[in-house]
């Protein structure tokens, strides 16, 4: 299941130039037994099986086997206004070294999107092993055709498949938007843009993803509804927020550059105002633990 809208360029005429989770913890230990071989030697010797074992005589115990795995599990509950995640501090810093990017080639994009993502997987394996998780590594493709409907409200410049752990970037979108960027600005963007898509993987692993789709899938209206989305939207904006602070090569005149090229015009109502993106990322790249991006428990102007 695709994660709905991914983000979003916005139209050109508003574009500027651009309970508790559960955590499964599972300890296993090995009782180590030591054998002492008593014969001088020993003979092995190979026969084929005389057939099946008859039943020994005895008690049977099958009887009393626990058939407690054959009933279902009661759901885990997971409050997304109130996670363990937001405890967690804020990734420490780590080094990429990320290839440069020519955004008319496919495989230049395609590598440079695995190169982003290994990154990002390095960002947060810490948060991800305090909270006791061990998520697989997402994988990244690039797509040469458009998701989009005449009735989007803006373009699909890469999107998260929950199904597949999957980020997709679409290029015919990415090169479109790609040509008001400056060449100096290019890896810069689309590093923000690889982070965004990430935090919808942080959501999933922890369990926020899937509740927000529940909590949309049952709003009462249409306002209910956007608003779970665009919380579920700004949240990721925050991460991305938080993985750019945690890349050594990148610094404060970047997350300037980001937020002139995605977050400095053009609202949206299924990704917040625009002034509401460049809070969040910013939110994310200046707080100290990771509840700077519970937009679930933010007040309302600033999740509009």
């Known amino acids: ?12 005429q508003q574009s500027p130039g651009k309970q508790n989770p559960g955590v499964l913890v599972g300890a296993f230990t090995a009782g180590a037994v030591a054998l002492t071989a008593l014969a001088a030697s020993v003979i092995m010797v190979v026969s084929e099986p005389s057939g099946d074992p008859a039943p020994a ?25 109130e996670h363990p995640l937001y405890e967690v501090p804020m990734p420490a810093v ?27 997987d390095t960002v947060w394996a810490p948060t ?3 909270l006791g998780l061990h ?15 005449g009735n989007d409200e803006g373009s699909t410049l890469a999107f998260y498949e929950i199904d597949h752990n999957r ?9 479109e938007l790609g ?20 935090g919808h993987h942080v959501q999933y692993a922890t369990g926020i993803l899937p509740v927000s789709h529940d909590l949309r899938r049952n709003a009462e209206d249409e306002t209910e509804e956007l608003d779970t989305l665009r919380r579920t939207e700004l949240q990721a904006e925050c991460m991305a927020g938080v993985a750019l602070n945690s890349i050594a090569e990148v610094g404060p005149a970047d997350l300037q550059t980001v937020n002139e090229h995605f977050n400095s015009g053009g609202d949206l109502e299924t990704h ?33």
């Open 272 to 304: 917040g105002r625009a002034t509401n993106r460049a809070f969040w990322l910013e939110q994310g790249w200046g707080e100290e633990t990771v509840a700077g991006c519970n937009t679930y428990d933010a007040e309302q102007r600033r999740v509009t």
């Open 94 to 120: 780590v080094d990429c070294d990320l290839p440069s990017l020519d955004i008319s080639s496919d495989p230049s994009w395609l590598e440079f999107s695995a190169e982003a993502g290994a990154c990002l």
């Open 135 to 149: 998520p697989e590594a997402v994988e990244f493709e690039v797509s040469t055709e458009s998701p989009d409907s």
């Open 1 to 12: 299941m695709p994660h709905d809208h991914g983000w979003l360029r916005p139209p050109p």
């Open 167 to 175: 980020v997709t970037v679409v290029l015919p979108n990415v090169r």
């Open 57 to 81: 005589p005895g008690t049977d115990l099958s009887t009393h086997y626990d058939d407690g795995l054959l009933d279902r599990p009661a759901p885990m509950e997971v409050d997304p206004a």
């Open 179 to 198: 040509r008001h960027v400056p060449d100096s600005d290019q890896e810069m963007v689309w590093l923000a843009l690889m982070g965004h898509e990430y």
């Open 128 to 130: 991800m092993e305090e």
